[in-house]
């Protein structure tokens, strides 16, 4: 699948097939990219605890729920726990120089090792690791950037994907949770039950109105052509029409086959 298209046909998935596995490759490429994703000081913002739905049992998948996931624990045949790392600069030195060392890190823009020592990380990965709120910002940004890269590897490979919310204390005892990771989300794998398009593109405003060029309020403007060809190749598509009669009929179908009230 082209990247554009991977991009366009993301969809939060909310009906998986719970009778057909992910195969374990699957998931590791999704790892994969999450681990090569863009990260400040080289450091390791993320972690994540794959878990089987046919490694919980029903009651386990009950207290794991929270309103917004009645249903995604029943079905999806995978569930990744997402977590930010605070201690993501224990090594942060070492790494940063491991950067200066291949030229990542260029002199031409003022780095050496003794810059790392005095000036980055002294100055600002320290103050950043060292204020709570912060702290909580970096690690969230990072691992949003991990997640982000997981999420459309799986679309990329077929997958249907979605992040929520979880009962963040019964994971904690489940999965043996170290005290210092920070809850994030749960990303549901499987095979989609519904047609990932059925509803459409998830609306979004059009870009004048968050992306500004030059100052802020100076509204980004938009090349007509670039958009045309965004849909043509089928990152821009069109949006899900309001009760859209064939939309409520699947929805209805799925009730009926998965057993869920309406």
Not at 65 to 76: E, G, I, M, R, S
Not at 204 to 221: C, H, I, K, M, V
Not at 224 to 234: H, M, S, W
Not at 237 to 260: C, H, S, T, W, Y
Request: glycine fraction near 6%.
């Amino acid at each position: 699948m082209e990247f554009n298209e991977v991009i366009g046909n993301r969809r939060t998935i909310r009906f998986y097939d719970p009778d057909r596995p992910v195969e374990p490759e699957k998931i590791q490429i999704m790892l994969e990219a999450a681990n090569r994703a863009s990260r400040s000081v080289q450091g390791d913002y993320c972690k994540a605890v794959v878990v089987l739905r046919e490694e919980m049992s029903d009651q386990i998948r009950e207290q794991l729920k929270t309103p917004t996931t009645t249903v995604q624990f029943d079905l999806a045949p995978v569930s990744i726990f997402w977590y930010g790392s605070s201690d993501y600069d224990q090594t942060g030195k070492e790494r940063l120089k491991e950067l200066v060392d291949l030229g990542a890190l260029p002199p031409t823009h003022g780095w050496s090792h003794n810059y790392v020592d005095e000036v980055a990380y002294t100055q600002v990965v320290k103050p950043l690791r060292d204020d709570e709120k912060l702290n909580l910002w970096m690690v969230s940004l990072e691992a949003g950037l991990q997640l982000a890269q997981a999420m459309l590897a799986a679309v990329d490979q077929g997958l249907g994907v979605g992040l929520s919310a979880f009962n963040t204390a019964v994971a904690k005892d489940l999965l043996n949770i170290p005290d210092n990771l920070i809850p994030m989300w749960v990303m549901f794998v499987g095979y989609p039950a519904e047609n990932p398009k059925a509803e459409g593109q998830r609306p979004r405003r059009p870009l004048s109105e968050n992306y500004f060029r030059g100052t802020y309020g100076t509204p980004f403007a938009e090349d007509p052509a670039v958009t045309q060809r965004l849909r043509d190749e089928k990152m821009i598509q069109e949006p899900g029409v309001p009760n859209d009669p064939a939309r409520k009929a699947e929805i209805r179908e799925l009730a009926e086959r998965f057993g869920l009230p309406l």
